[in-house]
């Protein structure tokens, strides 16, 4: 497999190794977008909850950083997969 090469829509030739690369940093960059953006949403939305019902904060941050955990681990999820590009 050393050494064969690709070729891609411009015409122009990439070996394997650079393909793993491009791929383990796409997986990367997509896969990490989705969980940014629901992490800020939920801490936004969580604190702006906090601000109108501070009495019912402690449920409120429970969820919340129950939440968080769960969108981080599509990021998780994501990092295994390049990695598993990278070294596969």
Do not use: W
Not at 40 to 48: F, I, P, S, V
Not at 67 to 87: C, D, G, Q, R
């Amino acid at each position: 497999m050393e050494g064969e090469a690709v070729k891609v829509a411009a015409g122009v030739l990439l070996d394997t190794e650079s393909v793993k690369l491009l791929a383990t940093a796409l997986v990367m960059g997509i896969g990490s977008i989705g969980p940014a953006l629901a992490i800020g949403l939920l801490a936004g939305k969580g604190l702006e909850a906090i601000g109108r019902n501070p009495e019912a904060s402690g449920k409120i941050q429970t969820a919340m950083i129950l939440s968080i955990a769960f969108a981080e681990a599509v990021a998780i999820y994501a990092l295994v997969v390049a990695l598993i590009i990278k070294f596969v």
